[in-house]
């Protein structure tokens, strides 16, 4: 029977290529780092970081986008967390709840050296609990081409809800293109897109001392006029989220969409012209406002090396080496500064995603975050599909919303 | 022969390493979950004995609405697998040229990972520019796009076609074996009888084959009820709940959010639910063909 | 040589002919057509990816895809080498482990059959994601984490009640005659197991196979992503998964991959079928 032995070589082969202990010279510092491989800044980074401190060494693991916070978390909640792991911001309420991260000490100057709210992205219970790594906003874009055929001026852009709502109304009417993506399905940037309406209308979901306060009167008007801006969208939103929307505004048959940095840099083949402004403000604004976004480093307890991966987070994302990194990334830089003026003045499309940070709020910190994102969604969707009244839907939404805090 | 002491003492020989194996790697996480069922573990390091909360939090809730639709989901699914198997393989035992080939052919959508497979029907789906929606406008059918996600009706029977996708070749494969072994001198002696192609049909091949299908349709039956990437990837439950089953809802209430208790509370309930409903699929199902075929 | 013409019973006239090619033309059309839009996906450039109205030939086409994937993911050919030696090796195991019981199952009536038979089938009850930290644990505990057999060992568990499952039925249906008279003749057990069963139950036996091969190949996905952090142990699978990018997903590359990842294993089934054809039940005993 030859099948025996073909087994037995692979069971030796399998067994010759598992790898032989670690020697326990150095110390490690496991990095989980999300996408297809480490960026390249990242790595020299470490590099440099790896020479200055001698008697520890990093072991980076790259592990693809959709799956690289379940995978932290699931090797947290099994007792053998990694060092140093990139996490969205949103998750680290939740780990600090559940006593898995350890809080990161910040100097005052440290702090102010970041633009506003970026360190209230990663603050929960006074503590801060990451260390901001990436950054995104949002802002409006629009079709000129549909402008013009619509009878609007393409250098006009919606600057408020109301003239939003009206714009794509006349985009759908006399352009018979769909006036506005309207992002409603099951995915969690659902909510974002929401949130791009909440923050730019002085709306916000949980204060600073944990109390809910989605069911609002701003809230209200976001809501409604989400709802009333679902008519001119394109058809059957509950089915398309945030990167199928650009697609269709790629297409040239959307007349506006939110989205973030991202999509500009798809545009360049675009057939037509396009341009990017401020999210429209609601009635209740105070000013331009937008969904901040960080994603941040977290370091987790009983490593033994948790003081080493601060240091080398704090290092990965200081004032020189971090716009290097958000060059290559193409983000929304977390500091402003020289870099910052470089990249406006090259590029002006890149003004209204830095001037929406000054009102613009963050992923809202709940401990529960993916029953936020339920919660939101379902009532997104009740509004879009015209099952609830956004009134009714608030109050059950913030409702639900106490017990995810 | 089968039937006496050493043939139990064979028996379980021939068992030992399928059991010892299972035990070793399967029972420690079995049981471990069904003793999360009854605390309140999640991502904190300790957890708490709580009893049945986990298992009457289920309860609450639209929880009945959900066990009914997961059931009609799982009952079309299978029963489409099993006719479109059926076909395919009737078509596939043919004696025409080419049946090599086409039997390679059915294979791709087992074959390829079953996210990717999924993303494919996503974008066939996609009322904008997918496949569906686009030649229903190209033929004039509709006159705009057809976002057949966006709906509850249409996303509960486009998730049970992608469904039935990935499920049909190894139905139709199982069952073209299942006809492979019947023997040939069967159907020539009701041939020179005179009996035609249907009746052969009806009275050879059917009976013949329904052990292979009380088989594939058990197994099919377990494996979707606990369908999760289609459902997942297409509609993540969407829209508003409508094609919520029983394992979206838990990975959507419990296992998304790190609530291990609760989510080894509401698979245990699956695990009960299934067993019960398989059990007596099988008895009933059997005595059926048992009936039949003295 | 002439071949021996077509059994009369075999020939179809030409209204049956044509039906069976259409009803295999749709059937196929049906299995094939997300292909058919995956394929041209991978044709497309990245910006123009999605595109209205819906047109069958792709504009701006290219095999450009084929060639980046590559580069961006320099390591996708282990992680199809991985993913055929994993899967072989559990396909083996399986199978040497599943074949005896599925016979005994079939064939011997020993006490608590019935409810052994449930207790494997209740293995497939419980969906993988919940059992996965657990399972973890005991993986680490085993020491098995980051090498073949994180993947391996907890694949063989899972696919061995599928495959015990699946081939019951085809050792059913041997007519109990043959064993009877082989006993009669004085062979032992093993032998009739040997020698008598196996060889008439090849098409059951394949498809198991089959079923085992791709059950790990294609499946199974979350125990490789949790269970080993090495990249040189990844299967197609999670390596596939490189492909998503932090804005967007490459979607003509993570096609033009997938295509290329499911190449080999379309191969071996195409080897693997010819076992589908039963061997030498004709005219073996008559009932």
Redesign the interface.
């Given at each position: 029977m030859r099948l025996v032995p073909k087994l037995l070589a692979g069971v030796a082969f399998a067994l010759a290529v598992m790898p032989s202990l670690a020697s326990a010279e150095d110390k490690t510092i496991t990095f989980i780092s999300c996408g297809d491989k480490m960026q390249p800044a990242h790595a020299d980074f470490i590099k440099q970081w790896e020479a200055k401190n001698a008697g520890f060494k990093v072991a980076p693991e790259v592990v693809g986008w959709d799956q690289c916070q379940d995978k932290v978390?699931t090797l947290?909640?099994a007792?053998t967390p990694v060092g140093l792991a990139y996490v969205g911001s949103r998750t680290l309420k939740?780990?600090a709840?559940?006593?898995?991260i350890v809080p990161i000490e910040y100097t005052e100057d440290e702090k102010k050296s970041y633009y506003p709210f970026i360190v209230e992205t990663v603050t929960t219970d006074g503590k801060q609990w990451g260390i901001p790594v990436a950054f995104s906003t949002k802002a409006l874009y629009w079709n000129k081409d549909l402008f013009t055929a619509a009878g609007l001026d393409p250098e006009t852009p919606p600057k408020t809800f109301a003239e939003e709502i009206a714009f794509a109304k006349q985009i759908k009417e006399k352009a018979s293109t769909a006036g506005f993506g309207v992002v409603?399905?099951?995915?969690d940037n659902t909510m974002h897109q929401f949130l791009h309406w909440v923050y730019s209308n002085n709306g916000s979901v949980i204060d600073a001392d944990g109390k809910i306060t989605l069911d609002s009167k701003e809230n209200l008007e976001s809501l409604t006029a989400l709802k009333d801006i679902t008519p001119y969208a394109?058809?059957?939103?509950?089915?398309?989220e945030q990167n199928?929307v650009r697609?269709?505004f790629l297409?040239g048959?959307l007349g506006m969409i939110q989205a973030s940095v991202g999509a500009k840099n798809l545009l360049k083949d675009a057939k037509f012209k396009w341009g990017v402004a401020e999210l429209p403000q609601g009635p209740s604004a105070k000013g331009p406002g937008t969904l901040l976004i960080t994603d941040s480093l977290a370091v987790f307890k009983n490593t033994g090396v948790e003081e080493q991966a601060i240091d080398l987070a704090k290092f990965l994302t200081n004032s020189e080496n971090q716009p290097v990194y958000e060059a290559q990334e193409g983000l929304t830089p977390l500091r402003p500064g020289a870099a910052v003026d470089k990249l406006v003045a090259e590029d002006p499309n890149w003004k209204p995603f830095i001037d929406g940070i000054s009102f613009g709020g963050p992923e809202p910190l709940f401990t529960?975050y993916?029953?936020l994102q339920?919660t939101m969604?379902?009532m997104v969707?009740?509004v879009v599909?015209g099952?609830a009244e956004p009134a009714d839907a608030l109050k059950k939404a913030a409702a639900d919303l106490e017990q995810y805090k | 022969?089968?039937?006496s002491r050493?043939?139990?003492i064979?028996?379980?020989c021939?068992?030992l390493?399928?059991?010892l194996?299972?035990i070793a790697?399967?029972a420690?996480?079995?049981v471990?979950?069904v003793n999360?069922s009854f605390t309140d573990a999640?991502?904190?390091?300790t957890s708490n004995w709580v009893g049945m909360t986990n298992y009457s939090k289920i309860f609450a809730g639209n929880f009945s609405e959900i066990i009914l639709r997961t059931f009609i989901w799982t009952f079309f699914s299978v029963a489409i697998k099993m006719i479109?198997g059926i076909?395919?393989a009737v078509?596939?035992n043919?004696?025409?040229p080419g049946r090599?080939l086409?039997?390679?052919?059915?294979?791709?959508?087992?074959?390829?990972?079953?996210?990717?497979?999924i993303?494919?029907?996503g974008?066939?789906?996609?009322?904008?520019?997918?496949?569906i929606?686009?030649?229903l406008?190209?033929f004039g059918i509709t006159s705009?796009?057809?976002?057949?996600?966006?709906?509850g009706d249409s996303?509960f029977w486009a998730t049970i076609v992608t469904d039935v996708?990935i499920g049909?070749?190894?139905v139709t494969?199982?069952m073209?074996?299942?006809m492979?072994?019947i023997?040939?001198?069967l159907?020539?002696a009701a041939?020179v009888d005179g009996a035609s192609?249907l009746y052969r049909f009806r009275r050879i091949t059917l009976p013949m084959i329904v052990?292979?299908l009380?088989?594939?349709s058990?197994?099919s039956m377990?494996?979707t009820?606990?369908s999760?990437d289609i459902i997942w990837i297409l509609?993540?439950?969407?829209?508003?709940?409508e094609t919520t089953t029983m394992?979206i809802d838990?990975?959507?209430v419990a296992?998304?959010?790190?609530k291990?208790g609760e989510?080894?509370a509401r698979?245990v309930m699956?695990?009960i639910f299934?067993?019960i409903f398989?059990?007596f699929y099988f008895r009933v199902v059997s005595r059926i063909t048992i009936g039949e075929s003295k | 040589m002439k071949r021996a013409p077509?059994p009369?019973?075999?020939r179809?006239n030409w209204l049956?002919?044509i039906a069976?090619?259409l009803?295999?033309f749709v059937?196929?059309f049906?299995?094939?057509?997300?292909?058919?839009?995956?394929f041209l996906?991978s044709l497309k450039p990245l910006s123009l990816l999605?595109?209205?109205?819906?047109?069958f030939y792709p504009r701006n086409g290219s095999l450009d895809a084929y060639w980046s994937i590559w580069e961006r993911v320099p390591m996708l050919g282990l992680y199809i080498f991985n993913s055929l030696f994993i899967s072989a090796i559990v396909t083996a195991i399986v199978m040497?482990?599943?074949v005896?019981?599925a016979?005994?199952?079939a064939?011997?009536?020993?006490?608590f059959?019935g409810p052994?038979l449930?207790g494997?089938?209740?293995?497939?009850?419980?969906?993988g994601?919940?059992?996965l930290?657990?399972?973890f644990?005991?993986m680490r505990s085993l020491g098995v984490l980051n090498t073949y057999f994180a993947m391996i060992?907890?694949g063989?568990?899972?696919l061995?009640?599928?495959a015990?499952?699946?081939m019951?039925?085809?050792f059913?249906?041997i007519p109990k005659e043959l064993?009877?008279a082989a006993?009669v003749d004085g062979a032992s057990?093993l032998y009739i197991l040997r020698r008598v069963i196996l060889p008439?139950a090849m098409?059951?036996i394949?498809?198991a196979t089959?079923?085992t091969f791709?059950g790990i190949?294609?499946?199974q996905?979350v125990f490789a992503l949790t269970f080993n952090s090495k990249s040189e142990f990844a299967p197609?699978?999670t390596g596939?998964f490189a492909f998503f990018g932090r804005q967007e997903v490459i979607?003509n590359e993570?096609?033009a991959a997938?295509f290329v990842?499911?190449t080999p294993?379309?191969l071996i089934?195409?080897f693997l079928?010819r076992y589908?054809?039963?061997g030498l039940?004709?005219?073996?005993v008559?009932e």
């Open positions: 978390t947290a909640a007792g939740q780990f709840a559940n006593d898995l409603a399905k099951t995915f394109e058809e059957g939103p509950t089915s398309y199928e697609a269709i297409d048959k529960d993916k029953g339920n969604i379902e969707q009740a599909t099952q | 022969m089968n039937q050493g043939a139990t064979f028996a379980y021939l068992l390493p399928a059991i194996y299972i790697i399967v420690y996480p079995l471990e979950t999360l999640a991502l904190k390091p479109v076909f395919g078509l596939l043919a004696a025409i090599a086409f039997r390679i052919l059915i294979m791709p959508p087992w074959v390829v990972p079953m996210a990717i497979g993303f494919m029907w974008w066939m789906y996609n009322g904008q520019f997918g496949m929606s686009g030649l406008q190209n705009g796009p057809v976002a057949f996600l966006a709906h996303a996708w049909v070749p190894l494969l199982y073209l074996a299942a492979q072994s023997p040939k001198d159907y020539e041939w192609r052990p292979a009380l088989t594939i058990m197994l377990i494996a009820f606990n999760f509609t993540r439950g969407g829209p508003s709940g394992i838990t990975y959507k296992i998304g959010s790190y291990y989510g080894a698979a699956i695990c299934l067993s398989s059990f | 077509k009369m019973i075999d179809y049956e002919t069976l090619y009803g295999i059937f196929l049906y299995l094939l057509s997300p292909f058919i839009e995956g996906v999605f595109s209205s109205p819906y047109s040497l482990i599943a005896p019981a016979y005994a199952f064939r011997i009536e020993f006490p059959r052994l449930g494997f089938l209740a293995v497939n009850m419980f969906s994601a919940v059992l930290i657990p399972l644990r005991l060992v907890p063989v568990a899972f061995i009640p599928t015990i499952w699946l019951r039925a085809y059913l249906r064993e009877e006993w057990r008439l098409p059951g394949t498809v089959i079923a791709i190949y294609a499946g996905f197609l699978t596939l979607w993570l096609m997938s990842g499911i294993a379309l089934i195409v079928q589908l054809v039963a039940t004709a005219g073996a008559k």
